[in-house]
C-alpha cells in the first residue's frame, strides 16, 4: 500500500490520522515539523501538510518538493478558508484542502480519491513481469521470481514509476530509509541482483536502464 506522510505539530491530529490511515492499510511516516518532514518526503507516496508548522511551514514544504519534482499528491491541513490562500495554494500545485476542523473519514476519503487521481496502484504490469504489491509477489513470463525483501521494494518503486529517473540518493531514501548508515553503493549492488533476477542485460536493457550521471530508470517501452 502507498506511503502516506502526515505532518502537524499536534499530536491529538497525528495520533487519530495514523490510527485511521493505517486502518485503511497504509504504511504511514509522521514528523512534527517541517525541518524533519523534508527527509521523509522522498519515501512518500501521497503528504498531508499543516500549513502551519514550526521550523519550515506546509507551504514551503509543498514549494520544495514541486521544485523538487517529486511525484507526490500533496493534502493541505490548513485554520485558514480564505480563497486567496486556497488560490495561492493551488497555484504553487497542492492538489486539494481540509479546513480545520475536519472528520478523519473526511481525510481518508480524499485521500483515497487523490491516490485513485494519481494512478497508485495494487499491481503493475509491464512486459511480462507481473508485481502484486498487496502480496508482494512477483512473475517474469509467468514464472514466480525469488526476490529478497529489499530487491521487492526497490523494483517496485522503479516499476511503479516507469520513465521516472530516480537519483541513487533519492533510491536510498525511499528503500532504506533516511538512517541507512550505507553508502550509494548498496543501490548499484541490488540493481546488479535485480537485473540477474530479471535475466536483463545493463547493455540492452528490458526493465532497468542506468541513466548516466543519475542513477535509474524502468522503461516504459518494455
Known amino acids: 500500500m502507498p506511503n502516506v506522510l502526515i505532518v502537524d505539530d499536534d499530536p491529538a491530529i497525528l495520533e487519530i490520522l495514523r490510527a485511521y490511515l493505517a486502518a485503511e492499510g497504509h504504511t504511514v511516516l509522521e514528523a512534527a515539523d517541517g525541518i524533519q518532514a523534508r527527509t521523509l518526503l522522498p519515501r512518500a507516496d501521497l503528504a498531508i501538510l499543516d500549513?502551519?508548522?514550526?521550523?519550515?511551514?506546509?507551504?514551503?514544504?509543498?514549494?520544495?518538493?514541486?521544485a523538487a519534482r517529486l511525484d507526490l499528491p500533496i493534502l493541505m491541513l490548513t485554520a485558514r478558508?480564505?480563497?486567496?490562500?486556497?488560490?495561492?495554494?493551488?497555484?504553487?500545485?497542492?492538489?486539494?484542502?481540509?479546513?480545520?476542523?475536519?472528520?478523519?473519514?473526511?481525510?481518508?476519503?480524499?485521500?483515497?480519491?487523490?491516490?485513485?487521481r494519481v494512478g497508485v496502484r495494487d499491481t503493475v504490469s509491464?512486459?511480462?513481469?507481473?508485481?502484486?504489491?498487496?502480496?508482494?509477489?512477483?512473475?517474469?513470463?509467468?514464472?514466480?521470481?525469488?526476490?529478497?525483501?529489499?530487491?521487492?521494494?526497490?523494483?517496485?518503486?522503479?516499476?511503479?514509476?516507469?520513465?521516472?529517473?530516480?537519483?541513487?540518493?533519492?533510491?536510498?531514501?525511499?528503500?532504506?530509509?533516511?538512517?541507512f548508515p550505507g553508502t550509494e553503493r548498496v543501490v548499484d549492488v541490488h540493481v546488479t541482483g535485480l537485473r540477474k533476477k530479471l535475466g536483463d542485460d545493463a547493455d540492452r536493457p528490458r526493465f532497468i536502464e542506468t541513466v548516466r550521471g543519475v542513477g535509474y530508470r524502468f522503461r516504459t517501452d518494455t
Open 126 to 179: 509491464s512486459g511480462g513481469l507481473e508485481l502484486d504489491l498487496r502480496a508482494r509477489t512477483a512473475t517474469l513470463d509467468g514464472q514466480p521470481i525469488d526476490l529478497s525483501k529489499l530487491e521487492y521494494d526497490l523494483l517496485a518503486a522503479l516499476a511503479s514509476h516507469p520513465g521516472l529517473a530516480w537519483t541513487r540518493e533519492r533510491l536510498l531514501e525511499r528503500v532504506w530509509g533516511q538512517d
Open 51 to 66: 500549513w502551519m508548522l514550526p521550523g519550515v511551514s506546509g507551504l514551503e514544504l509543498a514549494r520544495e518538493a514541486r
Open 81 to 116: 478558508g480564505e480563497e486567496e490562500d486556497k488560490l495561492r495554494g493551488l497555484d504553487l500545485g497542492l492538489d486539494d484542502y481540509v479546513v480545520k476542523p475536519f472528520s478523519p473519514r473526511e481525510v481518508v476519503a480524499r485521500v483515497r480519491a487523490l491516490l485513485r
